[in-house]
Nanobody, 120 residues
Framework: QVQLVESGGGLVQAGGSLRLSCAAS????????MGWHRQAPGKQRELVAA???????NYADSVKGRFTISRGNAKNTVNLQMNSLKPEDTAVYYC??????????????WGQGTQVTVSS
């Protein structure tokens, strides 16, 4: 079982920035593929960004050019730098671990998430 702990959310004005962090721990030696997802009220959880073991990244069209996913300095960590935030980015953000096979497939293993609220 993998435990995921997200942090860094908060309240920010439109146009501002936030940096989210996630640490994976538990019965793992090394996490190779990780992703960030978000879920707004009344909407399905969606993949925002993912990074593979080889450094390949992909992004949802809605965040391309504004968000950047990267590995943290500590083992089994991943960050999400979010710039030029918009009110529609408001959601609970979750990180995940997963499999990369042409594209990213998250495992059904979730942390508590971190709330991001962008005011207009």
């Amino acid at each position: 079982q993998v435990q995921l702990v997200e942090s860094g959310g908060g309240l920010v004005q439109a146009g501002g920035s936030l940096r989210l962090s996630c640490a994976a721990s538990g019965s793992i030696l090394s996490v190779n593929n990780m992703g960030w997802h978000r879920q707004a009220p009344g909407k399905q959880r969606e993949l925002v960004a993912a990074i593979s073991s080889g450094g390949t990244t992909n992004y949802a069209d809605s965040v391309k050019g504004r968000f950047t996913i990267s590995r943290g300095n500590a083992k089994n960590t991943v960050n999400l730098q979010m710039n030029s935030l918009k009110p529609e980015d408001t959601a609970v953000y979750y990180c995940s671990v997963g499999v990369w096979n042409g594209r990213y497939y998250p495992l059904n293993n979730w942390g508590q998430g971190t709330q991001v609220t962008v005011s207009s």
